[in-house]
Structures are given as C-alpha cells and as structure tokens.
C-alpha cells in the first residue's frame, strides 16, 4: 500500500509503450464508487471477492499489460497465472513518509481506508511483508531509486 505502485506503473507504461490497467480503478469503475465505499457500505471481505472477479478477468482477457495492484490483492488465487509479480519494496515508514509529505497527502492518505489509523496500517505492513517477498517473482527495493533506476530493473524482466 502506498509505495507509488500505480505511479511506477503509468510512468513505465509511456516508457515502454505498454498499456497499464490498475486493479483499484477498474474495481471502482465496475461498482461505480470509491473503494473507500464499498469498504464502507459491503464490507473487506466484499472488496476481496472484488478482486477475484478482476484477477479472473485479467488471467482470460487481459496480455501484455502492466497491471498495478492494490495491497492486498496478492491473495487471489490465481495471482501465479497473471504475469511476473513485481513488489516494489519499502519500509512502512518510507511508504508513510512519501505519502503524508505528498503535495496531495491529505487525498492520498484519504484514498486508502487502510492507512485511516497509521498504527493499525503499519501492523498491516508488517503482516503482508513476508507474504509479499515470497510471492513476488522479482524484488525492486525503491527507497533509493530514481524513476529511471526502476526502469533499468524493469527492462531486466
């Protein structure tokens, strides 16, 4: 969660002349409300089964395309059948430094219900970590890289 994985995406997207679809937006799309509404009104476990339906729509239509994902969407279980799983890697107080400092850190912070109390986010962070280094195919630490620095690791893959 808040690591610039949608940033990193549409950047690397121009750069490698590849589209870039984002979990979070075509979910929201879809349901036509935020996801801080459908956390809100149906609940997490209504956003998951969300996710699901997404992740089955991209491993049957969906190729060639970079694909930024939500936090938690790592869960799905066909996560293995969608492509080469980047993690931008960063420590939670990177991610919470990065997103509180932001020019718009107030509708950052806002857009992510799980970062709505810092404490419980970071148990959240500290939860996921592990989960997410053992599903990542490819590991980036971003916390002392430029753009292009990123794009140098991406083009490896």
């Not at 960063?90 to 709505?116: D, V």
Request: proline share 2%.
């Amino acid at each position: 969660m808040g690591v610039g994985k949608g940033t990193m995406a549409r950047a690397y997207s121009r750069y490698s002349n590849r589209y870039n679809i984002d979990t979070d937006d075509l979910i929201e799309s879809k349901e036509k409300k935020t996801i801080k509404k459908i956390f809100k009104k149906d609940g997490e476990s209504s956003f998951r089964a969300l996710e699901q339906d997404t992740a089955n729509w991209i491993e049957s239509c969906v190729d060639n395309t970079i694909i930024s994902c939500g936090g938690g969407f790592y869960k799905v279980d066909n996560i293995d059948k969608l492509g080469t799983v980047v993690l931008l890697n960063a420590s939670y107080e990177w991610i919470y430094n990065r997103l509180s400092t932001a020019p718009n850190a107030k509708s950052k912070l806002a857009k992510r219900p799980l970062f709505a109390n810092p404490k419980e986010a970071q148990k959240l962070y500290n939860s996921r970590n592990k989960d997410y280094l053992n599903i990542a195919d490819i590991i980036i630490d971003v916390e002392n890289m430029s753009i292009e620095d990123i794009f140098r690791e991406l083009d490896k893959i």
